[in-house]
């Protein structure tokens, strides 16, 4: 099996930075090249050829909620794909059987009773082109100092004082990547504010965003949940599916885990970081938190569109164990 590369370098202009924002340099016009794709015998490591920026993780709290999701929304056309992942407090309701004998009722049944009872941690959001670029911006350094940006939503959901779901092993996780609980309440986001952010920044025509993640059952549930102002998920899964095609005004949606799973039977079964590692890409250390990961999604799924561009409508709207 051999992969085509993709087209040459496009040169482009993007005004990357809010007017609110003026501490930022002014952008200037830049080439971004494209990732490349060598020939693949089953076996060898995928990997992006030319050397890219180091990521900048641009965390959006209350306080700069609005320049943020402004920004977002205005690079959404130019970069209409769309990798999304979510932390949470863990599970709490677990299958008496194991995962794999459950129905794709049973097991939306399950992720349903977990997001409607367990608060929302993070949200990763990374934005790509037609080719697997991200936007660039400027670092603080300087005009000559480029980085990827992707963003980590912090949300002030969870309180565990106040006797809310979680799974105690989980929360320790996420402490130990770096997650302060305690500042997340002070200065995070509501999910429902966010919600109704980012329903105010969709563009003209959604219809032409393209929405991913990978082992995507959670993730879009909770994006469901924000859409919603916190609702309890619907309950059957033919309703959530459609439900959630609907929020998101008809763009599309892949779950990247399906698509992987489908095309590279070697990759099956393996996690988010194990399919990263084995396909070459995210090699830059960061905390396994979802801004990070949702780069790590985003890689993926361009690793796997890119080739089989005409065959990419086959797993939209399929979400792993759900369909």
Same mark, same amino acid.
């Given at each position: 099996?051999s992969?085509?590369? #993709?087209?040459?370098?496009?040169p482009?202009v993007a005004?990357?930075?809010?007017?609110?924002?003026?501490?930022?340099p002014t952008?200037?016009?830049?080439?971004?090249?494209?990732?490349?794709?060598?020939?693949?015998?089953?076996?060898?490591?995928?990997?992006?050829?030319?050397?890219?920026?180091?990521?900048?993780?641009?965390?959006?709290?209350?306080?700069?909620?609005n320049?943020?999701m402004?920004?977002?929304?205005?690079?959404?056309?130019?970069?209409?794909?769309?990798?999304?992942?979510?932390?949470y407090?863990?599970?709490?309701?677990? #299958?008496?059987?194991?995962?794999?004998?459950?129905?794709?009722?049973?097991?939306?049944?399950?992720?349903?009773?977990n997001?409607?009872?367990?608060p929302?941690?993070?949200?990763?959001?990374t934005?790509?082109?037609?080719?697997g670029?991200?936007?660039?911006?400027?670092h603080?350094?300087?005009?000559?100092?480029?980085?990827?940006?992707?963003w980590?939503?912090?949300?002030?959901?969870?309180?565990?004082?106040r006797?809310?779901?979680?799974?105690?092993?989980?929360?320790?996780?996420l402490?130990?990547?770096?997650?302060?609980?305690?500042?997340?309440?002070?200065?995070g986001v509501?999910?429902?504010?966010?919600?109704?952010?980012l329903?105010?920044?969709?563009?003209?025509?959604?219809?032409?965003? @393209?929405?991913?993640?990978?082992?995507?059952a959670?993730?879009?549930?909770?994006?469901?949940?924000?859409?919603?102002?916190?609702?309890p998920?619907?309950?059957?899964?033919?309703?959530?599916?459609?439900q959630?095609?609907?929020?998101?005004?008809? *763009?599309?949606?892949?779950?990247?885990k399906?698509?992987?799973?489908?095309?590279?039977?070697?990759?099956?079964?393996?996690?988010?970081?194990q @399919?990263?590692?084995?396909?070459?890409?995210?090699?830059?250390?960061?905390?396994?938190?979802?801004?990070?990961?949702?780069f790590?999604?985003?890689?993926?799924?361009?690793?796997?569109?890119?080739?089989?561009?005409?065959?990419?409508?086959y797993?939209q709207?399929?979400?792993? *164990?759900?369909v």
């Amino acid at each position: 099996m051999s992969f085509a590369p #993709p087209p040459p370098p496009i040169p482009f202009v993007a005004n990357y930075y809010p007017a609110s924002m003026a501490s930022y340099p002014t952008p200037q016009t830049y080439v971004a090249a494209p990732p490349f794709f060598p020939p693949v015998d089953g076996h060898q490591h995928y990997f992006f050829a030319a050397t890219p920026p180091p990521l900048q993780l641009r965390s959006i709290t209350a306080a700069n909620i609005n320049a943020e999701m402004q920004m977002i929304g205005g690079l959404m056309l130019q970069f209409p794909y769309i990798s999304i992942d979510v932390e949470y407090a863990g599970v709490v309701h677990h #299958p008496a059987v194991a995962a794999r004998n459950l129905t794709a009722d049973e097991r939306y049944a399950l992720v349903k009773a977990n997001v409607d009872e367990v608060p929302i941690v993070q949200l990763g959001i990374t934005l790509s082109d037609s080719n697997g670029n991200l936007p660039l911006g400027f670092h603080h350094a300087g005009p000559r100092h480029l980085r990827q940006l992707v963003w980590e939503v912090v949300f002030s959901d969870f309180d565990a004082s106040r006797g809310e779901a979680h799974a105690a092993n989980s929360v320790k996780f996420l402490e130990s990547q770096g997650v302060d609980f305690d500042l997340a309440r002070l200065t995070g986001v509501s999910s429902t504010v966010f919600g109704e952010r980012l329903l105010a920044i969709l563009p003209p025509r959604p219809d032409e965003l @393209t929405w991913s993640a990978f082992g995507a059952a959670y993730d879009m549930a909770y994006m469901l949940k924000m859409l919603t102002g916190g609702q309890p998920l619907p309950d059957n899964r033919t309703d959530f599916l459609l439900q959630i095609q609907s929020r998101l005004r008809g *763009g599309r949606i892949f779950d990247t885990k399906c698509i992987v799973d489908y095309n590279h039977h070697a990759l099956r079964d393996l996690g988010l970081k194990q @399919t990263a590692s084995r396909l070459g890409v995210g090699q830059q250390m960061m905390p396994m938190l979802a801004g990070y990961k949702s780069f790590l999604a985003s890689r993926i799924f361009t690793i796997c569109r890119l080739p089989r561009v005409d065959n990419n409508n086959y797993h939209q709207g399929h979400i792993d *164990g759900l369909v």
